[in-house]
Structures are given as structure tokens and as C-alpha cells.
């Protein structure tokens, strides 16, 4: 039987096995939850797993085909939100009418890891697939402006997570999005002379040191290695920031070699497939083993005394994947564990949690990128729209995502990736790049990828300026933001489906 509740001046009826009022709406227990929402065929908050994952308002009768193909589903989204794609989520989903941006909204929001939230025209469903005994399954339900329904649900996840939004979060040059894997201690050497004027609080290396995804040495591209590129940084007055991806195992790795037990693997016994990239499959660690506990941190330790202070941890969803673990636990538990122990390891590092199941990464992850990844164009149609895939690289994808997730800003740093100044080598028009600035500011992480020898004169000066200002910034609405006298407007990318 269904019990009736009292949302504001909506009464809903609700299936769960315990409910409790609490402020601004009700807790409920269950490992499957339902509400009848009465906003008919109106929209569905689509909360995407991890980092680059699609997350917006999507009409309830919108035909978004699924993304393709399932060879790479992992780095889309969870698999088994995608069979129900794009009408369902992960951790948090919410309903509303067709009314505008004034329209209250129907929230549902896990309290607990794993949780999954679906709709359709009737029913707002939250389920958690891999509910343990003793486990709470528990759920906030709320009914309300967005802003004030988010706030609300954040404020119970910094209870229970914790919170560790450092703002102002530094001011990080990144290495990926100007030159790619094309890293070399040469260049780097050439870039860090070239940003000496430049305020930044962080030098990050990206992708493209490492031997493989797995054997996290450097490789012939660093002659004098890691530690003494860490000290060039240092004395450039940077941070010294490093990528890993310490999850994920390419099959040609040492790693996978030496360690075939370490491997997530299906009830078949064999490796889980994490994804396509870098030329090949890659794999999950089992973040619930001794042995791979012992690994992470001897690596991050590692790391650390070879002197990076800023770790970019990417590729975190491939420890959080259904698979048979060593301990019975959750996915995202297990995600979790992994990241207790490298954060142990880390110390008082700042940590950036990238690819990354949102829940798990709270209160342990400083930075949490909120989107997919920008690029120096506006949208890939081949992936976008032939493969239906939302999370690719693409400042459009980006920005919608990053947008949507703004909600995050009290409990972690977030991080809408790098902002563009450069013209040259960039498929943008200004208004394009120079939105990317307008959403750093707003998620209050600013970021750049863009070498000091590709800006003219007067980019170069953008980019100063914008190192050196916090603007004001005020939300008007869902998609429009005042940053200091300036009306910054993202409504073209509102009801897309
Ligand atoms: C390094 C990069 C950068 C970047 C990360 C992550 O789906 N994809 O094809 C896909 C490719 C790259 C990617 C994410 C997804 O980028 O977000 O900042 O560190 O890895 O390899």
C-alpha cells in the first residue's frame, strides 16, 4: 500500500518501507522506491554515473537513442543505466512540468552509494541494484525551487560523505588540452619558462609520462625523470601536478602481466572490460584486495616523494564496475575503499577525482570534474550525433554537463575542465572560448590548457585577467548567471530532447 504525502501543495503517493519528515521533504527507506509524480510526460533530471557522463533535463517523451557502440559503454556511462537510457541515473534524478525555469521540481537523491533513479510519466523510481544486509537504503525526497532542492540534498550528502571544497581552488595549467599525449620533459621545460608571468598556483603533466597504463614510470620522453621535473616546477614557483589513471590496466602493461589476480572480473572469471582507448581495451583493479590496497599506496607515496603535490586521478570508474570482488561489497563501495587508502597515502595532496562515480568520490576528493571533456571544438557530430554519444570530447558537451552538476559547489571543488584563450589551433569562435571562461568562473575552477607562444598580445592579456579576477557571480535562474556586471547566458543549452 502506498503512503501519502504532503510535498508543499503537491500530495504524492509513495511506495517505500519507511518514511520520515524532515526539513523541506522526507527521508525514505527501501531498496526500491517509487513515487507517482504528476508532471505527466513533463522532464526528467538525468543524472549521468561519473564525471563524463550526460547530465540535463531530458523531455520524458524525448527519443534519444542509446549510445554506440557498447564497446566503450564503461567510459559513457554505467551499463546498466544505459540499457534504460537516457530515463535513468545515477545517485540523484527529479521531475518537473513543462512550465520554464520557474517550475518546482520533484527530487529524489540517493543517501547511500550506488543508488540508481529512473522515470517515465507516471512513476519516479529510485532502486539500489546492490543493496548488502545492513546496508541503509536510504532516500531523500524533496519538492521545491531546483536551486533550493539541490542545496538541501547536498547538505545532507557533506553529512554524510564529508566536505572538502578547498575554494578558491587553485589555478592549474594543464599539459592535455594544448599537446596532448605529445608530452616531453623538453617541451615542458619550454612551457614552464614561457608561464613564469603567469599566476598560476599549479603545473599539471598530463597524460603521455607514464610506461603504461599500470607501470606508472616515466618514460624515454623523461630522460632525468619525475622527481627532477618535480623540482624545475618547484623552482618555477608551480605546484607540481601529475596524472594518473591508477585504476585501469592496459593489457600490455607489467601490471597485468605480474598481477592477472588483481583484475575485476565477471562471474565467467573473465576481465571486465573498463573501456576503449589509448589503441586498446583496458581493465578495473579490485579495489576490495590487500595486495592491490598495498599497491595503491606504495604508488601514491611514490608520487608523492617524487614530489607532486596535485594528483589528477582519472579514469576512477573503472574500480567502481559490477564485477565479482575478493570482498562482498558494493561497486562504488569498493571504488570507495580505493580511494580511502590513496588518500591516506596522499596525505595532505590535492586530489582531482576525474572519471569518477560522483557519490564515492565525496568528502575524500578535493576536485571532482563535473563533465566531459572540452576540446578545441564545439562538437564532434560523428560522436554526438551518429553514436549518440554525449560524453565525448566537445566544449557543447562540457559546458551542458558541467551546468547541470553546479549543485556539487558546497561539498567538493568543481572542475568544468580548462578554459580556451588561444585562437590559434582552436576550431572556436571567441563567443565559444570564451563561454568556457564564463563557466570557470561560475564552477569557481580556473583552468587552461593554451601555451603562452600560441597567444597573441592581447590573449595573453585575457588570460592574465582572468588568472587574476574572482568575479562576483549570482545565479538568476537554471541557466543564467550574472558574473559581475555581465549577464552570462547558457539557455541554448536547456531542453535539448
Ligand atoms: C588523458 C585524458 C585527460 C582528460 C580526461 C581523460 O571517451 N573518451 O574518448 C575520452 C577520452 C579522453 C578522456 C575522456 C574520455 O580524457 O578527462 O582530462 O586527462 O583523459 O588521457
Known amino acids: 500500500?502506498?503512503?501519502?504525502?504532503?510535498?508543499?501543495?503537491?500530495?504524492?503517493?509513495?511506495?517505500?518501507?519507511?518514511?520520515?519528515?524532515?526539513?523541506?521533504?522526507?527521508?525514505?527507506?527501501?531498496?526500491?522506491?517509487a513515487l507517482f509524480h504528476p508532471f505527466g510526460n513533463g522532464y526528467f533530471y538525468r543524472h549521468g554515473w561519473h564525471s563524463w557522463s550526460l547530465t540535463t533535463w531530458v523531455s520524458l517523451s524525448s527519443t534519444l537513442a542509446q549510445p554506440q557502440p557498447p564497446l566503450r559503454w564503461p567510459m559513457i556511462d554505467h551499463p546498466v543505466l544505459l540499457e534504460k537510457y537516457p530515463f535513468a541515473g545515477s545517485a540523484v534524478g527529479a521531475v518537473r512540468g513543462t512550465r520554464g525555469t520557474d517550475e518546482k521540481i520533484l527530487s529524489l537523491g540517493a543517501l547511500a552509494l550506488d543508488g540508481h533513479v529512473s522515470a517515465d510519466n507516471l512513476l519516479l523510481r529510485g532502486d539500489y541494484p546492490y543493496a548488502m544486509p545492513g546496508v541503509p537504503s536510504e532516500w531523500y525526497v524533496a519538492y521545491g525551487p531546483e536551486q533550493k532542492v539541490f542545496a538541501a540534498y547536498a547538505h545532507l550528502l557533506g553529512q554524510r560523505f564529508g566536505i572538502r571544497a578547498r575554494h578558491p581552488s587553485p589555478r592549474v595549467w594543464c599539459s592535455w588540452y594544448s599537446v596532448y599525449t605529445d608530452i616531453s620533459q623538453d617541451l615542458l621545460l619550454n612551457v614552464l619558462q614561457e608561464l613564469t608571468d603567469f599566476p598560476f598556483d599549479v603545473f599539471q603533466i598530463d597524460d603521455g609520462w607514464q610506461q603504461n597504463l599500470g607501470d606508472w614510470q616515466s618514460n624515454a620522453k623523461f630522460?632525468?625523470?619525475?622527481?627532477w621535473l618535480a623540482e624545475q616546477i618547484q623552482?618555477?614557483?608551480?605546484?607540481?601536478?601529475l596524472w594518473l589513471a591508477p585504476l585501469a590496466v592496459a593489457p600490455s602493461s607489467k601490471l597485468f602481466q605480474e598481477h592477472p589476480e588483481w583484475l575485476l572480473r565477471d562471474s565467467q572469471g573473465q576481465p571486465v572490460l573498463a573501456g576503449h582507448n589509448w589503441g586498446d581495451r583496458f581493465y578495473g583493479l579490485d579495489t576490495t584486495l590487500p595486495a592491490v590496497h598495498d599497491w595503491l599506496y606504495e604508488l601514491i607515496e611514490t608520487v608523492r616523494s617524487w614530489g607532486y603535490s596535485y594528483l589528477k586521478?582519472?579514469?576512477?570508474?573503472?574500480?567502481?564496475?559490477?564485477?565479482?570482488r575478493h570482498e562482498n561489497v558494493s561497486p562504488e563501495a569498493a571504488l570507495r575503499q580505493g580511494l580511502e587508502v590513496i588518500r591516506q597515502a596522499a596525505g595532505n595532496a590535492y586530489m582531482l577525482a576525474c572519471g569518477a562515480p560522483i557519490l564515492p568520490a565525496l568528502g575524500?576528493?578535493?576536485?571532482?570534474?563535473?563533465?566531459?571533456?572540452?576540446?578545441?571544438?564545439?562538437?564532434?557530430?560523428?560522436?554526438?550525433?551518429?553514436?549518440h554519444d554525449l560524453s565525448g570530447p566537445g566544449t557543447r558537451n562540457a559546458l551542458r554537463t558541467s551546468l547541470h552538476r553546479l549543485w556539487l559547489r558546497p561539498l567538493v571543488d568543481?572542475?568544468?575542465?580548462?578554459?580556451?584563450?588561444?585562437t590559434r589551433f582552436n576550431l572556436m569562435n571567441p563567443l565559444q572560448s570564451t563561454l568556457t571562461q564564463d563557466m570557470a568562473y561560475i564552477a569557481g575552477f580556473r583552468a587552461t590548457s593554451d601555451l603562452?607562444?600560441?597567444?597573441d598580445p592581447h590573449e595573453r592579456q585575457a588570460l592574465l585577467a582572468f588568472l587574476q579576477s574572482q568575479p562576483a557571480v549570482q545565479p538568476l535562474d537554471r541557466y543564467r548567471f550574472q558574473v559581475d556586471q555581465r549577464l552570462v547566458d547558457f539557455t541554448f543549452l536547456a531542453n535539448e530532447w
Not at 3 to 17: N, P, T
Not at 235 to 241: D, E, V
Not at 415 to 421: C, G, H, I, S, T
Open 235 to 241: 623552482k618555477a614557483g608551480f605546484t607540481p601536478g
Open 223 to 227: 630522460p632525468q625523470g619525475m622527481t
Open 313 to 324: 586521478l582519472d579514469f576512477l570508474y573503472a574500480g567502481a564496475l559490477p564485477a565479482q
Open 452 to 455: 603562452p607562444a600560441w597567444l
Open 364 to 387: 575524500l576528493a578535493d576536485g571532482l570534474r563535473i563533465g566531459p571533456d572540452v576540446a578545441p571544438y564545439w562538437d564532434n557530430p560523428e560522436r554526438s550525433e551518429t553514436l
Open 1 to 33: 500500500m502506498p503512503s501519502l504525502i504532503q510535498l508543499g501543495e503537491l500530495e504524492i503517493a509513495v511506495h517505500a518501507e519507511r518514511l520520515t519528515a524532515i526539513d523541506q521533504g522526507y527521508l525514505l527507506q527501501g531498496q526500491s522506491v
Open 414 to 422: 568543481t572542475d568544468p575542465d580548462v578554459a580556451f584563450f588561444r
